[in-house]
C-alpha cells in the first residue's frame, strides 16, 4: 500500500470549494430573513391587573349596635336611640348669693372688759330662685365665703352660726380672729369653707330647732361678737357698724325637696340610620313596624311628655312627615317611688303604630335622616301638685325611641349606590391608553335572598359623568344556590365579566370616582315579596379591571 499525496490534495481542495459554496448559501439566506424580519415588527400581549374593590358586606357590624340582633337564626331590627339623658340634678344649683347682717348699738357702751359678748343676734334671709321653692337641699359642691368686718380698737371673736346648715349633724359654726380696726378702716377677717355634703334646712328653722313647714328659701344666720380676752378694755359708739357677708358660690345640688317649678326638656334631634343614604330609588316593602317612644321619670315629680315632630329625609331631599293622633298629646308620667338608695322611676311607653299613624308609609319613605321633636315637663299643672317633690342624686330624665321587628325585606328596583374614590398610577395611566382591550371581572358569592344587576359610572374631578355600562347579569340570589354545611347558609358563588368598549377605555384616565350602582330585586321579579334575612348573611365581592396592552419589537 502507499500514499498518492497529490491526489488527496486535489479531493481536499474540491471539498474546501464545495464548503464555501455552501457557507455562501447559508449567509445569503441568513441575510434575506433579516431583511424580511425588519419589514415586520414583533408583537406580544401582556395582562395588566388593576385591583378595584375586595370585600364582604354584610351586616355584623350594626349587631349589638342598638340597630340589629343576629343571635336567632334571622336578624331582628333592634332599633334604639336615646334623645334624652340627663340627670336632673345638673339643672338645679343656687344663684351666686350674698347674705348681708350688719349692727349698730342703738346707744353707746363705754369701757367693754376683755372677754365680753356684747352681740349675738340671729335673723333670717330669703334666697332668691325664681320659680322655685325649696325647703331642704343637699349640697355636692360649692362653697361660701365669710367676710366680717371690726371697727373698734380692740381685736375680737366673730361666730358664725347657720341654723339649719349642717354636716353629719352638726350645725355649722365658724370662729375666726379679728384684729383691731377703726370706723373709718374696719379690720377685715375672712375663711373660704366648702359645703360638699352639707344639708340646708330651708323652712326656717329657729335656733330652737322649731320650724315654720309652710316656709321655703329661708336661711339663718347667727353673729356673736366677743372681744378679745387677753385684749384692753374698749368702747362701742351708735357709729360703729358690725358686719358679715355669707357669700355663696358655685353651690350644686345633689338632693332637693320642695317645689321646682316647670322644669322642662323641650327640644329636637336628628337621627341618622345607616346606609339608607345610599338608596338612589326603588320600593321596599316592610312588615307592619311598631315605634315606641319611652320615657323615664326618675324624679319624685309628677310629668307630662308629648311627641311634637317626625319627619324624615330620603336620598334626593323629599321630606315625609309622620301624621298620627299621638302627636302634640300630652301623656301623663307618674313620679318615682321609693327614696336613696331604692329609687325606682316612673315608665311611659307611647306606641306609634299602623292603627294610630301613617308609619308604613313614613317607614317605606327610605328616610335615612330623622327629626324627632320632644317636650318633657315637670309638674305641668303648676304648684298644686304638692310642694314636696324630691330630687335625688340619681334621678334621670330619659327619652328613647325604639323599634323592633322581624327583618323581613321585599324590594323592587331598589338602587343602592356607592361612589368610591379612584386613582391611577402614570404606569397604569400610560397601560390604559395603550390598552388593546379592557374587561371589568366580577367574582361574587351572594348569601343574601335577593337578586341584582350591577352598573359601572366613571365621574371626573367634579363629579361629572364621563361613562357608564351595565352588566345585563344579575348577581344571583343566594337562596338559588347550594347549601354551605359550614356556614350554615344557601349561597350562590359566580362570576361575570363586563368588557369596555373603547371609549370607556379612553375616559378610565380622566376617572376620579368609580360609582358601583346595583338593583335589588326580590327572588320574585312579579311582586317585591317580604324574605326573612339569615343573620349570617353576607355578599363576597372581589372586582378588578383586566388590561390588556399590545406589545411591539422592531
Known amino acids: 500500500m502507499y500514499w498518492s499525496w497529490p491526489r488527496i490534495r486535489n479531493n481536499h481542495r474540491k471539498s474546501l470549494n464545495k464548503y464555501r459554496r455552501n457557507g455562501t448559501y447559508v449567509i445569503l439566506i ?129 361666730t358664725i352660726t347657720m341654723p339649719g346648715v349642717t354636716l353629719n349633724g352638726v350645725d355649722f359654726e365658724e370662729t375666726f380672729f379679728v384684729g383691731a380696726g377703726t370706723q373709718e378702716n374696719p379690720a377685715l377677717g375672712e375663711a373660704l369653707i366648702m359645703l360638699n355634703g352639707y344639708e340646708l334646712d330651708l323652712q326656717g328653722t329657729g335656733v330652737m330647732g322649731s320650724s315654720n313647714i309652710s316656709a321655703f328659701n329661708i336661711l339663718q344666720t347667727s353673729l356673736s361678737i366677743t372681744t378679745d380676752p387677753e385684749g384692753e ?46 338608596i338612589e330609588s326603588g320600593s321596599i316593602n316592610l312588615p307592619d313596624i311598631p315605634l315606641s317612644i319611652g320615657v323615664k321619670n326618675g324624679a319624685k315629680i309628677p310629668a307630662s311628655a308629648k311627641l311634637t315632630l317626625l319627619e324624615s329625609t330620603n336620598k334626593d331631599g323629599e321630606v315625609f312627615e309622620l301624621i298620627s293622633s299621638e302627636l302634640n298629646t300630652n301623656h301623663f308620667v307618674g313620679p318615682a317611688t321609693g327614696s336613696w338608695s331604692s329609687l325606682t322611676p316612673s315608665s311611659y311607653a307611647l306606641e306609634i303604630n299602623e292603627s294610630n299613624s301613617n308609619l308604613t308609609d313614613y317607614i317605606e319613605h327610605l328616610g335615612f335622616k330623622h327629626k324627632i321633636g320632644y317636650d318633657f315637663r315637670m309638674n305641668p299643672f303648676g304648684s298644686q301638685t304638692g310642694s314636696y317633690n324630691e330630687i335625688f342624686p340619681t334621678s334621670k330624665v330619659e327619652i328613647d325611641v325604639s323599634s323592633e321587628f322581624p327583618l323581613e325585606v321585599g324590594v323592587d328596583g331598589l338602587i343602592i349606590s356607592d361612589t368610591i374614590a379612584f386613582k391611577v398610577s402614570p404606569l397604569e395611566i400610560n397601560n390604559l391608553i395603550e390598552a388593546e382591550s379592557l374587561e371589568l371581572h366580577l367574582n361574587y358569592c351572594n348569601a343574601f335572598p335577593m ?104
Open 30 to 158: 441568513i441575510l434575506i430573513f433579516t431583511v424580511s424580519c425588519k419589514k415586520k415588527n414583533t408583537e406580544w400581549n401582556t395582562d395588566w391587573v388593576l385591583p378595584l374593590v375586595s370585600d364582604t358586606l354584610n351586616l355584623s357590624n350594626y349587631q349589638n349596635d342598638s340597630t340589629l340582633d343576629g343571635s336567632g337564626s334571622f336578624y331582628v331590627v333592634d332599633f334604639k336611640r336615646t334623645l334624652v339623658d340627663a340627670y336632673l340634678k345638673d339643672y338645679l344649683e343656687l344663684p351666686d348669693t350674698t347674705i348681708h347682717q350688719s349692727f349698730s348699738p342703738t346707744i353707746g357702751i363705754g369701757n367693754i372688759p376683755a372677754g365680753f359678748t356684747f352681740y349675738n343676734a340671729v335673723e333670717t334671709h330669703e334666697l332668691s330662685i325664681p320659680d322655685v321653692e325649696l325647703k331642704k337641699i343637699i349640697i355636692s359642691s360649692g362653697s361660701i365665703r365669710l367676710s366680717v368686718y371690726n371697727p373698734i380698737s380692740t381685736s375680737a371673736y366673730y
Open 233 to 278: 378694755n374698749s368702747s362701742i359708739t351708735t357709729s360703729d357698724l358690725f358686719e358679715f357677708d355669707a357669700k355663696f358660690e358655685d353651690v350644686k345640688i345633689a338632693y332637693a325637696m320642695g317645689y321646682f317649678g316647670e322644669l322642662s326638656f323641650s327640644d329636637s334631634t336628628d337621627i341618622s340610620i345607616p346606609y339608607i343614604d345610599l
Open 451 to 554: 337578586q341584582g344587576a350591577l352598573k359601572i359610572k366613571l365621574l371626573d374631578e367634579g363629579l361629572n359623568l364621563l361613562y357608564s355600562f351595565s352588566s345585563d347579569e344579575f348577581i344571583r340570589s343566594g337562596s338559588s344556590g347550594t347549601f354551605d354545611s359550614v356556614a350554615n347558609i344557601f349561597k350562590l358563588c359566580d362570576k361575570s365579566v363586563i368588557v369596555f368598549d373603547e371609549n370607556g377605555t379612553n375616559e378610565i384616565p380622566q376617572a376620579h370616582y368609580i360609582v358601583v350602582e346595583t338593583t335589588l330585586n326580590s327572588d320574585i321579579n312579579i311582586a317585591p315579596i317580604e324574605v326573612s334575612i339569615p343573620s349570617n348573611a353576607f355578599l363576597f365581592v372581589d372586582a378588578f379591571l383586566k388590561v390588556t396592552t399590545k406589545n411591539t419589537l422592531e
